[in-house]
C-alpha cells in the first residue's frame, strides 16, 4: 500500500513538445505529492508539489494533475526543452513523514 | 529557505573502513532526519528516519549495526557506514521535513565508492 507507480520508465520528446508523466498510488492518507528532477550526480530538487484539496497546479511550464478519485497524478512539462533532459520521479507522503519514490522517468529532450 | 548541508560530497575508502556522512540543518531545527540511498539508474530508498534524542527507526532489510545513525542535535544528523564493502558504493542522500507541512528539504548527496 506504500508503492507509487511510475510511467513510463523512459521518454524521448522533440523540442517544443509536450512531456507527460503518469503516477500512481494505493495509500488514501497520502497528502503531499512531488515531482522532483535529478540531473547525475545531483540531489534531487523540487519541481511542483500538490496537495490533494485541488486537481491541478501550475508554475511555469510544469504542470501536475491531480485525480483523487483514481488515485493518480501526473506531470506535464510545456515546450520541452533539452535543459529539461533529467530524470523525474514522483513521490507521495503523509506530510512530515518518509516520502515513497515512483521508479523515475528518464527524460530526453531532442533538439 | 530550508538548506541541509551534506558533507562529503564524495568519498572513496577502501573495504573494511568506516564512513561517516554528516547532513546539517543550517536554518532550521530537524527532528527528523531521513537517510536514502539511491543505486545508479534506481530510484531513491528510504534506508531510515532518525530522530532527535531517540533511536532510529530503520527499513526492512536494512542492517542497523552497519549503518548506524545518530541524531545528536536539532541541526545534525549522521549516517556511519561500518565496514564498507564494494556493494556499499551508492549515493546517499539525507531530507528533512520542511517547516510549517512545507515539503522536504534535500541535502546534495553524498557519492560513496569502496574499492
Known amino acids: 500500500q506504500q508503492q507509487v507507480k511510475q510511467s513510463p520508465q523512459s521518454l524521448i520528446v522533440q523540442k517544443g513538445g509536450i512531456s507527460i508523466i503518469n503516477c500512481a498510488y494505493e495509500?488514501?492518507?497520502?497528502?503531499?505529492f512531488p515531482w522532483y528532477q535529478q540531473f547525475p550526480g545531483k540531489g534531487p530538487a523540487l519541481l511542483i508539489a500538490?496537495?490533494?484539496?485541488?486537481s491541478e497546479k501550475k508554475e511555469g511550464r510544469f504542470t501536475i494533475s491531480f485525480n483523487k478519485s483514481a488515485k493518480q497524478f501526473s506531470l506535464h512539462i510545456m515546450d520541452s526543452q533539452p535543459g529539461d533532459s533529467a530524470t523525474y520521479f514522483c513521490a507521495a507522503s503523509i506530510i512530515g513523514n518518509k516520502l515513497v519514490f515512483g521508479a523515475g522517468t528518464i527524460l530526453r529532450v531532442k533538439s | 529557505g530550508a538548506v541541509v548541508s551534506q558533507h562529503p560530497s564524495r568519498v572513496i575508502c577502501k573495504s573494511g573502513t568506516s564512513v561517516k556522512i554528516e547532513c546539517r540543518s543550517l536554518d532550521f531545527q530537524a527532528t527528523t532526519m531521513f537517510w536514502y540511498r539511491q543505486f545508479p539508474k534506481q530510484s531513491l530508498m528510504l534506508m531510515a528516519t532518525?530522530?532527535?534524542?531517540?533511536?532510529?527507526?530503520?527499513e526492512q532489510g536494512v542492517e542497523k549495526d552497519k549503518f548506524l545513525i545518530n541524531h545528536a542535535s536539532l541541526t545534525l544528523s549522521t549516517l556511519t557506514v561500518t565496514s564498507a564493502h564494494p556493494e556499499d558504493s551508492s549515493f546517499y542522500i539525507c531530507s528533512a521535513p520542511g517547516q510549517g507541512g512545507n515539503g522536504y528539504t534535500f541535502g546534495s548527496g553524498t557519492r560513496l565508492t569502496v574499492v
Open positions: 500538490i496537495r490533494p484539496d485541488v
Open positions: 495509500n488514501t492518507a497520502f497528502d503531499y
Open positions: 532518525s530522530n532527535e534524542g531517540s533511536k532510529a527507526t530503520y
